[in-house]
T-cell receptor
């Protein structure tokens, strides 16, 4: 079945460090790919998405590129802030479907 | 702004009790979803609904049922709560279609003792 694998956390970084959170997927066809973020005490918010190969999603300084050849959608940010501390979820949705399949989530802690 | 609200942020129930979790959205969305969130497992879909009175099982429906009598409201029911249903429950809604986005509520942390 379809699945999403994320790097295990927690990831602990100092402010202004470079961030990469790895995400790979297994799915038939051409799914859409998403990154959601969950700040402490809140629900999930869509951070960015990509709907086809080589698309780059970006938002709030975060970026991820849909790589079909490596079935990956790694999240990157050039300079993290303390306010980026949250749980990040990678997810996929199959073409024409309504359901999201989520990875296990990666906790990010940014220290000042 | 889309708003998805859940009836309680925290709930404590006893084993065997019947538990209702309510979710309301204000954007006339077609689809509504119930997930549970557990550490190391991410979010797992319990049930979803694509229209009033329509429902479909997700990945982990055992021990749960749902009700959608009005478009804006989607209820999750634990017929007889058990300790392994202690979890964070998240509701979401979306318009549907190929470019839709799911909007999430703040979650209900349920503890079954």
């Amino acid at each position: 079945g379809d699945s999403v694998t994320q790097m295990e956390g927690p990831v602990t970084l100092s402010e202004e460090a470079f961030l990469t959170i790895n995400c790979t997927y297994t799915a038939t066809g051409y799914p859409s790919l998403f990154w959601y973020v969950q700040y402490p005490g809140e629900g999930l918010q869509l951070l960015l998405k990509a709907t086809k190969a080589d698309d780059k999603g970006s938002n709030k300084g975060f970026e991820a590129t849909y790589r079909k050849e490596t079935t990956s959608f790694h999240l990157e940010k050039g300079s993290v802030q303390v306010s980026d501390s949250a749980v990040y979820f990678c997810a996929l949705r199959k073409l024409g479907g309504n359901k999201l399949v989520f990875g296990a989530g990666t906790i990010l802690r940014v220290k000042s | 702004d889309v708003k998805v609200t859940q009836s309680s942020r925290y709930l404590v129930k006893r084993t065997g009790e019947k538990v209702f979790l309510e979710c309301v959205q204000d954007m006339d969305h077609e689809n509504m979803f119930w997930y549970r969130q557990d550490p190391g497992l991410g979010l797992r879909l319990i049930y979803f609904s694509y229209d009033v009175k329509m429902k479909e099982k997700g990945d982990i429906p055992e021990g749960y049922s749902v009700s959608r009598e009005k478009k804006e409201r989607f209820s999750l029911i634990l017929e007889s709560a058990s300790t392994n249903q202690t979890s964070m429950y998240l509701c979401a809604s979306s318009f549907g279609g190929p470019r839709d986005e799911q909007y999430f509520g703040p979650g209900t942390r349920l503890t079954v003792t």
